[in-house]
């Protein structure tokens, strides 16, 4: 009971305060249900019944149609601002430094700061993009998120099959 009492706070957090103290109540609630009646019945009725089939599938198309397009989005920011600051870098070792060299000495108190403030804007999105789409760069998480788009890798089913082994 305990285990279902943290998955639902956990859930609930996204409202913190109450939310937590609802999820975390309803989870205890589910818990103890699930330990009376027994996970495997529970599991083995929602089998029969095709509610698990109609969950399973409920939830691979939210995730196909609203999850994994963001991942995909971000993904592709992200090797776009690589692509802009390999291009910035290129164009400031070949174009700018050497410009810079040259009237250094006069425009220093100006160009100086400009540069920084412009390579701190593209660290600050570069970092943005980084932290967004840091999960996309797991091959583990492509190699399930691939797993589940081709029905191999059954999330919901695979949970339902965890009620019936018990955990």
């Given at each position: 009971?305990?285990?279902?009492?943290?998955?639902?706070?956990?859930?609930?957090?996204?409202?913190?305060?109450?939310?937590t103290?609802?999820?975390g109540?309803?989870?205890?609630?589910?818990?103890?249900?699930m330990?009376?009646?027994?996970?495997?019945?529970?599991?083995?009725?929602?089998?029969?019944?095709?509610i698990?089939?109609?969950?399973?599938?409920?939830?691979?198309?939210?995730?196909?149609?609203?999850?994994?397009?963001?991942?995909?989005?971000?993904?592709?920011?992200?090797?776009?601002?690589?692509?802009?600051?390999?291009?910035?870098?290129?164009?400031?070792?070949?174009f700018?430094?050497?410009?810079?060299?040259?009237?250094?000495?006069?425009?220093?108190?100006?160009?100086?700061?400009?540069?920084?403030?412009?390579?701190?804007?593209?660290?600050?999105?570069?970092?943005?993009?980084?932290?967004?789409?840091?999960?996309?760069?797991?091959s583990?998480?492509d190699?399930?998120?691939?797993?589940?788009?081709?029905?191999?890798?059954?999330?919901?089913?695979?949970?339902?099959?965890?009620?019936?082994?018990?955990?």
């Open positions: 009971m305990g285990k279902w009492a943290l998955i639902g706070a956990t859930i609930g957090s996204i409202v913190p305060g109450i939310g103290l609802a999820g109540l309803l989870g205890a609630a589910l818990g103890a249900i330990g009376f009646i027994g996970g495997e019945k529970i599991a083995n009725f929602m089998e029969k019944s095709g698990g089939r109609f969950f399973s599938s409920l939830g691979n198309m939210l995730y196909v149609t609203c999850i994994k397009p963001f991942i995909r989005i971000f993904k592709d920011a992200k090797n776009g601002m690589k692509i802009l600051i390999e291009a910035f870098e290129f164009v400031n070792k070949t700018i430094q050497p410009v810079l060299g040259i009237i250094k000495t006069t425009l220093a108190p100006i160009l100086d700061p400009l540069e920084k403030k412009l390579k701190q804007f593209l660290d600050f999105f570069s970092n943005i993009f980084d932290w967004i789409s840091k999960v996309s760069d797991d583990d998480m190699k399930m998120v691939d797993d589940i788009l081709s029905n191999q890798g059954d999330v919901f089913g695979n949970i339902m099959k965890s009620f019936q082994q018990g955990f």
